[in-house]
């Protein structure tokens, strides 16, 4: 028998096809008869309409999940997820995680927050197998953050956007009134050191403008924000896990990568370096 969601991410999640409830009978099955199954690992597949297939196949890959899983399991990113937990609110029953990858953060949440619940969101589910298993109170859907979020209109307290796309109007509609939307932008020094030498992204300079944009209309100026700013050792294994678990992985070939990481020494030294902000619905 497949496994089922907890019931209050049920209550949380609405049918991409019609927007209505779902009851949990083995499979999500909604009033109009639309029904989607609980895959064995855990999370249920709510991807639906023109374009799905393509944006699937930009998703997270298994290898690029796996990465993640080693680099994050390490603790290189716990001052990080500190930060998150600490701007969430105390009271905070019901949280969203748009772009929740394994679900590391939306897990320190609820580690710190025993009455919640979280639902982690994302268009991999290769990240999503992980995300279902990271804690008794979560639950995961696959979609994509950048359309309609099968969640109901108020159902979080608290929508979590770590490394993620933002979508300013749903993450709008999905917050009840007064809800916070907490939000993880890298800085410009965010791993810097790394970039040249593996081949990571740099940091667009207009990054904070665009933030303001993407919520424009739908949030205020940000009520606090955090910069939270650390040096990091990391072993040239670690170093490889780190840049193959983002974009850099699908331009760098994984010999190539671990020749680059090997070549400057260990440690292997970088600097992590990101603001949290947290913003509340107009």
Known sequence: MNPELPPAVVDMLRCPV???RFAAEGALRCAAGHSF???RQGYVNLLTGPGSAAAARNADSAEMVRARVEFLGAGH???VADAVVAACPPAAG???DAGAGTGYYLSAVLDARPGAVGLGLDLSKHALRYTARAHGRAGAAVCDVWRALPVG???ADVVLNVFAPRNGAEFRRVLR???ALVVVTPSDRHLAELRGPLGLLSVDEAKEERLRRSLAGH???AEHAEAVEYPVELTPTEAVALASMGPAARHVGADELRRRAAAL???VRATVSVRVAVFRRE
């Open 18 to 20: 019609c927007g209505g």
């Open 177 to 179: 009134e007064g809800g």
């Open 37 to 39: 199954d609980v895959a």
């Open 77 to 79: 990113y716990a001052r």
């Open 219 to 221: 949030f205020g100026e």
């Open 94 to 96: 019901a949280v969203v």
């Open 153 to 155: 209109d108020g159902a």
């Open 265 to 267: 020494g260990e440690p």
